[in-house]
Nanobody
Framework: QVQLVESGGGLVQAGGSLRLSCAAS????????MGWFRQTPGKEREFVAA????????VYADSVKGRFTISRDNAKNTVYLQMNSLRPEDTAVYYCAARGGLRAAVTLGEYDYWGRGTQVTASS
């Protein structure tokens, strides 16, 4: 059974930082590309960042480029999202996702497994 468990969310002032973690089990993590998405009430889930299976390719949404960094530790079956210079518009539930392919992907439909999400709130 595949499980993706996010942690590290919370409340932070605008300009602050948070580091999200996603621990994976039941999936061949080292052969899976991973991604982070986010969603706010009434809106569709949107792409934030993705990383290839070896970590040599990363992709970011324009809205977070230069502020967020995705990384992975295949020895720990964990993917991270370092979020700096947080803005109120970054407030959302953040979801971790895994796909059976090796390539970093940006669309929801390309991912096979999802976590339950962790709330991130950046207050102004």
């Amino acid at each position: 059974q595949v499980q993706l468990v996010e942690s590290g969310g919370g409340l932070v002032q605008a300009g602050g930082s948070l580091r999200l973690s996603c621990a994976a089990s039941g999936v061949s993590f080292s052969r899976s590309a991973m991604g982070w998405f986010r969603q706010t009430p009434g809106k569709e889930r949107e792409f934030v960042a993705a990383i290839s299976w070896r970590g040599d390719t990363t992709v970011y949404a324009d809205s977070v480029k230069g502020r967020f960094t995705i990384s992975r530790d295949n020895a720990k079956n964990t993917v991270y999202l370092q979020m700096n210079s947080l803005r109120p518009e970054d407030t959302a539930v953040y979801y971790c996702a895994a796909r059976g392919g090796l390539r970093a992907a940006v669309t929801l439909g390309e991912y096979d497994y999802w976590g339950r999400g962790t709330q991130v709130t950046a207050s102004s």
